[in-house]
């Protein structure tokens, strides 16, 4: 079973802190690696994708990436009550041999950033 | 720009009833997908599609089927609901590895079974 773990939290940070989300994942094989915020009753939306291992940084957000430990992560630099939402760890993965690759999703991270 | 839209919004079935969600999307994107997500939960592929005319299976595809007729769309069929069928549904798409990895969702479909 090819599986995405998050820990489900809450996460609960004060404004203007460094929140820090964390994601593991088992397939190996895995090549593409996205972080994805889904406010309340909305569809989740694409905020980073990382492909390589190090940082990725974009704006407040930076997505680590560390294949030989199957380590995701993302951090929030001065976090604001408007990133208070779940995050949801996505990765590909093949859910059978021959099969197309697919975004597997981890089971996200409720955050919320107190004023 | 439509991007990937879904309907209905919101659904109440009966045990037993059957129902199809619509999803069309006007990207020209080959792959399209559908995930239920259950409360607190991530998301659960159902089935996906590579292209017209191919469909396969994802991690819970039983009570569900899927076509694809057309690039555009990508509907899901519930033949016999069931109360375990309650959930959000999210169709989503996108190009491909060589024009884009980025996955478009719809805005989702409430579900419930009584």
């Known amino acids: 079973q090819k599986e995405v773990e998050q820990n489900s939290g809450p996460l609960s940070v004060p404004e203007g802190a460094i929140a820090s989300l964390n994601c593991t994942y088992s397939d190996r094989g895995s090549q593409s690696f996205f972080w994805y915020r889904q406010y309340s009753g909305k569809s989740p939306e694409l905020i980073m994708s990382i492909y390589s291992n190090g940082d990725k940084e974009d704006g407040r957000f930076t997505a680590q990436l560390n294949k030989a430990s199957q380590y995701v992560s993302l951090l929030i630099r001065d976090s604001q009550p408007s990133d208070s939402a779940t995050y949801l760890c996505?990765?590909?993965?093949?859910?059978?041999?021959?099969?197309?690759?697919?975004?597997?999703f981890g089971s996200g991270t409720q955050l919320t950033v107190l004023p | 720009n439509a991007g990937v839209t879904q309907t209905p919004k919101f659904r109440i079935l009966k045990i037993g009833q059957s129902m199809t969600l619509q999803c069309t999307q006007d990207?020209?994107?080959?792959?399209m997908y559908w995930y239920r997500q259950d409360p607190g939960m991530g998301l659960k592929l159902i089935y996906y599609s590579v292209g017209a005319g191919i469909t396969d299976k994802g991690e819970v595809p039983n009570g569900y089927n899927v076509s694809r007729s057309t690039t555009e769309d990508f509907p899901l069929r519930l033949e016999l609901a069931a109360p375990s069928q309650t959930s959000v549904y999210f169709c989503?798409?996108?190009?491909?590895?060589?024009?884009?990895?980025?996955?478009?969702f719809g805005e989702g479909s409430w579900l419930t079974v009584v």
């Open positions: 989503a798409s996108r190009a491909g590895r060589r024009s884009g990895n980025t996955i478009y």
């Open positions: 990207m020209n994107h080959n792959y």
């Open positions: 996505a990765v590909t993965t093949s859910p059978r041999l021959g099969s197309a690759r697919q975004l597997t």
